[in-house]
């Protein structure tokens, strides 16, 4: 699916198996967001042919957090030179209180080891600049990434469209995850591209977005 010019999204529609969505910057450096699962890459790796791309012309991988779902793809790529990275903040955590939901799907953390870590503030690639915001709350080291020049906001598990991320899995808190949405609604916002379910497009679409979950599901977090 064609979002916009170089922004490409493999929405995730299964009603039966869990991944999540993943993105496509097609820019300067070829950057792909949360991979997900190892066994439903396919998915991933269908809508890149159809672009004409292959795994070996992605440059970066960035994962917004390390639950399975968005992270065990990136083991696909352990035999090309695609660098990948995440918040130190997760990666401590995977490696650590984390280590047993990554065992549980047969991933061995190690062998996924970041070529850097995402640190809050700018990122530069290539001529591709974003802004980092590290957003706890699902989990310690999650991100959510904000691209200015397109107003595009990846939220990962952060927020969804009429949703919010889960905090009962190990390394979660509610108060941070509130704390967490709330230093992002006042970001200039066109496209809000969420870990799973629909994107959320147009500004006043994404701020009442914003306004519901903090009306109707703060109070449950």
């Known amino acids: 699916m064609n979002v916009f010019n170089n922004l490409h999204a493999f929405v995730w529609q299964s009603m039966t198996a869990n991944n999540c969505n ?11 967001i949360d ?24 440059d970066v991988l960035i994962c917004t957090h390390a639950h399975t779902d968005h992270i065990e793809a990136v083991q696909v790529f352990k035999e090309i030179p695609t660098r990948f990275t995440l918040h130190e903040a997760e990666w401590q955590w995977a490696v650590t209180t984390g280590k047993q939901m990554s065992a549980a799907f047969g991933i061995d953390m190690n062998a996924i080891m970041p070529d850097f870590f995402l640190r809050e503030g700018n990122l530069s690639l290539d001529g591709l600049e974003m802004d980092i ?25 952060l927020v969804f469209k009429e949703g919010l991320g889960r905090t009962d899995l190990p390394g979660g808190d509610g108060l941070k995850l509130k704390n967490s949405i709330k230093r992002l609604t006042d970001l200039e916002v066109e496209w809000l591209l ?21 009306q109707f599901y703060f109070a449950y977090v």
Request: without cysteine; proline residues 7%; negative net charge.
């Open 22 to 32: 993943t993105y496509l910057i097609d820019g300067p450096s070829r950057v792909l």
């Open 194 to 214: 969420p870990g799973h379910g629909e994107i959320v497009s147009g500004t006043e679409e994404v701020r009442k977005n914003f306004a519901e979950i903090e």
């Open 35 to 58: 991979p997900g699962h190892s066994r439903l890459f396919d998915h991933v790796a269908g809508g890149l042919r159809q672009l004409g791309l292959a795994i070996k012309d992605i």
């Open 133 to 157: 915001f590290h957003t706890p709350g699902h989990s310690p080291g999650s991100i959510t990434l904000y691209w200015p020049s397109q107003k595009a906001l990846f939220t990962g598990d």
